[in-house]
């Protein structure tokens, strides 16, 4: 093996999925990520960028192909298996316990490792520091914003190997949004592996390391977030305009 | 959805608290310790309204106790699969007919099994023997029926359905069994605890003081322990509990054991309350559990004891200017008017919306 190749954390190899059976989102879709790398999935519409990250989160079937982490195919395990080999996903809507307190939802977080719960609190309570002071909170009672913290330091809770995000911007204001891309970034720089699904485009390519273009199930191509954020196609189809 | 305990919960279980503190001073104080049954008859004929409405509603509120023990598991399944499980009852009933069984000193048989003889364990090991076999019915039918069906993401609406079918299949198993008369757990007549006007069986003084026990333990569990704040977690969001690396599966198995074990204590205590249970013993109060576990708040497991308080003091009460016969209605009228004017239920909350 080439040091390249065992830089590599999760290889999707040919994946087809979908919810209803003979009917397919993901088409045979193919690509890699390293180790340390953040991650950007943009496409348009119905291109199966949730699929994608649900496929390999085991919430949707997966009926050809594997998803490999760490040299072991993970192809359709369960939610927990995953999470005990240092998968953490963060859904796009729901994404945390309303009756449970902001302290209780990290709990659950850290809930196949509650020996290492104090010491994880202690490296979430770095980086969310507001989330450990209002910690007796009920998660219900908090604004997007702030229950999209509570959704990424609940997957962080595990020290995951590597983070999902399904469009963590989603329905966030502006400069909500831009804290989320700028927190990203940091947990990134913590050294977790980021994969992230993205609206914004744009916001999303000036931040990651690596993009992939999903187009009808597939990876059309990858670049890097500079190179796609100058590409005409890109430009054309998912950015609009050249813009700022 | 059972959320932590917030002010309102504090300020209900406060005055509770009040009124049991207020009770056992007066039964102290008032009464002196317990009396013998046979000489004492404190309301006699001729009794004022006032004192017969609080007579009623100490009788109301021990039958609320117990009857929130039994419905709490209904509360806690719906809670975690949503299900409203209408074969509840008969666990009730069961948990009460198998400590008669293992306790009488009649003679009893088994359908298909050829003979009679008699068991007569103490009344005190039949019933946690019965306690423990009604634990792993449940155990047994999630397993066999109810997680096999969410397996194959029936839906909760189809699940009920099933659920009301095995409730009749059930409730004829149990006449099979038992037959159509009552039986009595235990034929001591147990006496009273009088204070002033007023009095509460010993034997009924028993069951509320087990039933706010287990309770206790019910509450503790969900709001003290890891796993009860799982079961909290899956019953706010089954999704996201399985992506935070629960095994959402064992821990429904947990609460199926649980509520089924806890709707057997609630029918042996209720049968001794009641002087007694049959083979629809159950069927009967399934509707006031819905209803108590409706008026407290779907899915909270605290709504259930609050709810199960109401039901219990409004039938209870309500005697004292409408037919017995009629209490259970009443209760009832309760629920569609509580419903009316909070529609979440007395606990329930609205949650902020992003």
Known sequence: ?244 | MFTRPDRRFYRAAALLLVAAAAFVIATLVIGGGPADAETVEPVAAGTSTATLVIQNVINGLAFGVLLALAAVGLSLIFGTTGLSNFAHGEQVTFGALLTFFLSTNEQVTIPLVPGSFTIGLPLWLAAIIAVIVSGGTGWLQDKLLWNPLRKRRVAVLQQMVVSIGLSLALLNMLQWWMGASRHRLTNASGGRITFGDFYIGTQTLMSVVIASIALLAVALFLLKTRLGRATRAISDNPALAAASGIRVDSIIRLVWVMSAALAGLGGILLALFDNGAGFDSGARILLLMFAAVTLGGLGQAFGALVGALVVGVVSEVSTVVIAPDMRYASALGILIIVLLVRPQGILGTKERVG
């Open chain 1, 1 to 244: 093996m080439t040091a390249a190749t065992q830089d590599v954390l999760i290889t999707a190899d040919d994946v087809w999925a979908g919810y209803i059976p003979g009917v397919s989102i993901l088409n045979g879709c193919s690509l890699e990520v390293k180790k340390g790398e953040l991650i950007g999935i943009i496409g348009p519409n119905g291109a199966g960028k949730s699929t994608f990250l649900k496929a390999l989160f085991g919430l949707v079937p997966v009926t050809e192909g594997k998803f490999v982490l760490d040299g072991d195919d993970i192809t359709n395990l369960r939610a927990d298996q995953l999470v005990k080999r240092g998968i953490g996903f963060v859904p796009q809507t729901n994404n945390v316990f309303p009756s449970l307190t902001i302290l209780e939802n990290l709990e659950m977080g850290a809930y196949q490792r509650p020996q290492a719960f104090k010491e994880r609190l202690d490296v979430i309570g770095d980086l969310f520091p507001v989330l450990i002071e209002r910690k007796n909170q009920r998660a219900g009672s908090l604004s997007g914003g702030e229950r999209q913290m509570v959704a990424m330091a609940r997957a962080l809770m595990m020290d995951p190997k590597v983070l999902l995000l399904d469009e963590p911007s989603a329905g966030l204001s502006p400069a909500r949004q831009d804290e989320t891309f700028v927190r990203t970034r940091d947990i990134n720089k913590h050294g977790v592996t980021v994969i992230m699904v993205e609206q914004n485009a744009r916001r999303c390519l000036q931040i990651c390391d690596r993009g992939y273009v999903l187009d009808q199930g597939t990876a059309a191509y990858t670049a890097t977030g500079q190179e796609l954020l100058k590409d005409p196609k890109v430009i054309e189809l998912y950015l609009g305009t050249l813009g700022a």
